[in-house]
């Protein structure tokens, strides 16, 4: 069964700190590779996918992503963080063929101080 | 373009009692799946429905179920309810079965078991 870790729990970072957030998967096979985040009060908003190609992904405000196939990490970064990124992130990830299951990481919590 | 939609959006329900929850998913997308978010366990995959038949279902026990009308709505239903189910259940669309479909939730529906 595919599995996804997210080993940091909580990040605290200052205003204007770049931002690395890991993300490995276990499976051996294709996959689909995503990074959702929750806002509070919020629901899952899509940041960022990979399906294909160029292993640097580009997401919505300001986020991309790096596929590195070897080391099965998905790791999501941003280069400067703000206030308004505090939330919940999670890498989430579909094995091909898996019938749209989505299998998340523990997720990540994301505060930053202004 | 209207998102996923789910209602009812809060809800208290008593332990033995039984609960629906209903999702309308974006429109043209056929695949509906449910997950279940507790602080506890995460984000946990409960089952996926495609053209009105379910394709995969989660461990969860047969308390959970669901089901999918021809127009892609659906429907899950937890009966004789316990404390535990307490959580935040979201519902997520796709549009097809292929491998580059993206999954798209909904606000989720919030149900506490007293």
């Known amino acids: 069964a595919q599995s996804v870790s997210q080993h940091n729990h909580h990040v605290i970072l200052s205003e204007a700190a770049s931002l690395e957030l890991g993300c490995n998967y276990s499976?051996?096979?294709?996959?689909?590779l995503f990074w959702y985040v929750q806002y509070p009060g919020q629901h899952l908003q899509l940041l960022l996918k990979?399906?294909?190609?160029?292993?640097l992904v580009k997401g919505i405000k300001g986020f991309e992503a790096e596929f590195i196939k070897s080391k099965f990490s998905f790791n999501l970064r941003k280069p400067s963080v703000q206030w308004s990124d505090t939330a919940e992130y999670f890498c989430?990830?579909?094995?091909?063929?898996?019938?749209?299951?989505?299998?998340f990481g523990s997720g990540t919590q994301l505060t930053v101080l202004p | 373009k209207a998102g996923v939609t789910q209602t009812p959006r809060y809800l208290i329900k008593t332990r033995g009692q039984q609960v629906t929850l209903s999702c309308s998913p974006i429109?043209?997308?056929?695949?509906v799946s449910w997950y279940q978010q507790t602080p506890g366990q995460g984000l946990q995959f409960l089952f996926e429905y495609f053209s009105e038949t379910q394709r995969n279902k989660g461990n969860f026990p047969g308390r959970f179920s669901g089901r999918q009308f021809s127009n892609s709505r659906s429907e899950m239903n937890v009966s004789t309810l316990e404390l535990g189910d307490s959580a935040l259940y979201l519902c997520?669309?796709?549009?097809?079965?292929?491998?580059?479909?993206?999954?798209?939730f909904g606000e989720g529906s919030w149900l506490t078991v007293v």
């Open positions: 429109s043209g997308h056929r695949s």
């Open positions: 989430a990830v579909i094995s091909s063929g898996s019938a749209r299951q989505l299998t």
């Open positions: 990979y399906f294909s190609g160029d292993p």
């Open positions: 997520a669309s796709s549009r097809n079965t292929g491998d580059r479909n993206t999954i798209y």
């Open positions: 499976y051996g096979g294709t996959v689909n």
